[in-house]
């Protein structure tokens, strides 16, 4: 009976953290009507000392393009490993892009920063288009993006 | 005498009639260029500085992506190099980056 006790407060205690560790954040991303195709979304994390950290999330498929997204692409060389398995389509002009993930305790307010670059067919480039700070007080609040994106927030 | 005065008087008014436009038309483009430059060094004499809606970053960043010859193959090749396409969310765990907390994949809705 001990034994079983001891192994059900061993799991417990093992379990408590991990759930702990994170929580569902909503990465909600509204577009302009800029008039002209779908735009490439990469959306990643640099750490305080701004180094890439990793990606979050890639909105655009084909990875001939990923150059276009050139803070991304210089952090990464382009490596589709950091985006394998948070890969989804590119978003159209006008639409809202919500993203419901489970990020980790330790990005908040910790120096942590939330980027957004993106490119779109025969249209300017734009890198870093977003730049947010990781913090709980900031989650809510939404930032304007300077080319394509309307507005940016972070819901938790 | 009066009729060969005549004649050379009509031929030259015929000729700068004719030749002045179409010299003018060729050298307009250096003319322009010309006082162009001439209107800049002004400026620059009198410390004067040109505005323009193109800031810094817009000309760091004047790149954009187009569909290209390379669509035909639709390979995925980035820059050149063979680089595979990334695995669609839902099919394979997010990677192991030390963002998502519990390894869940994320949800994507566009609307």
Known sequence: ?156 | MKKTLAILFASTALTAGIGFPAWSAMHETTLFEGLSDAVLDAGQDLGVVLASDDDDDDRDHGRQFRRGDDDEDDEDDSRGDSVSAPAPAGSVAPPNNGLFGNGAAPKAQVN
């Not at chain 1, 950290?53 to 150059?67: D, E, Q, V």
């Not at chain 1, 382009?78 to 990005?107: Q, W």
């Not at chain 1, 288009?129 to 913090?135: F, G």
């Open chain 1, 1 to 156: 009976m001990r034994n079983i006790l001891a192994a059900l407060a061993l799991t417990t205690a093992l379990t408590l953290p991990g759930i702990a560790m994170a929580r569902p954040v909503t990465l909600t991303t509204t577009l302009k009507n800029y008039g002209g195709n779908g735009a490439y979304l990469a959306i990643y994390v640099t750490d305080p000392k701004g180094a890439y950290a990793g990606s979050l999330w890639m909105a655009g498929t084909k990875s001939k393009y990923y150059g276009h997204l050139s803070d991304w692409y210089r952090a990464t060389g382009g490596n589709t490993a950091e985006i394998n398995g948070i890969t989804g389509a590119s978003v159209g002009a006008g639409r809202r892009l919500a993203i419901t993930l489970d990020l980790a305790d330790a990005l908040f307010d910790a120096g942590y920063t939330l980027h957004v670059d993106a490119a779109v067919e025969d249209m300017r480039d734009s890198p870093n288009e977003i730049a947010v700070p990781l913090t709980a007080k900031g989650a809510g609040q939404p930032v304007q993006g300077r080319r394509y994106i309307a507005h940016f927030s972070y819901g938790m």
